[in-house]
Nanobody
């Protein structure tokens, strides 16, 4: 069992930056690929990016590529989402998720555990 807790959300102006954290419980954190998703009001949850179990590989949705960076610290059981050059359309609740497959984690049904989410609001 893995419990995930996101933090770091808030209100930021367009062009600004935020770093989200996702802290995991348990001793098996490094056994999971980690993903970030987001859900805006009235929209479906969408994939943002993922990081491999070791942290050596990442991939991102086209909408955030070049602006967002995912990293992880397995010693601290934490994954991060650095968000730069934020846009109003990035406003959403952001969720971290854990899954067994790095290549499949971009699909929500392929995840095993979810955090409760953290709100990010970008003002124009």
């Amino acid at each position: 069992q893995v419990q995930l807790v996101e933090s770091g959300g808030g209100l930021v102006q367009a062009g600004g930056s935020l770093r989200l954290s996702c802290a995991a419980s348990g001793r098996t954190f490094s056994s999971y690929a980690m993903g970030w998703f987001r859900q805006a009001p009235g929209k479906e949850r969408e994939f943002v990016g993922a990081i491999s179990k070791s942290g050596s590989s990442t991939y991102y949705a086209d909408s955030v590529k070049g602006r967002f960076t995912i990293s992880r610290d397995n010693a601290k059981n934490t994954v991060y989402l650095q968000m730069n050059s934020l846009k109003p359309e990035d406003t959403a609740v952001y969720y971290c998720a854990a899954g067994g497959s790095y290549y499949a984690i971009n699909k929500a049904p392929n995840t095993d555990y979810w955090g409760q989410g953290t709100q990010v609001t970008v003002s124009s």
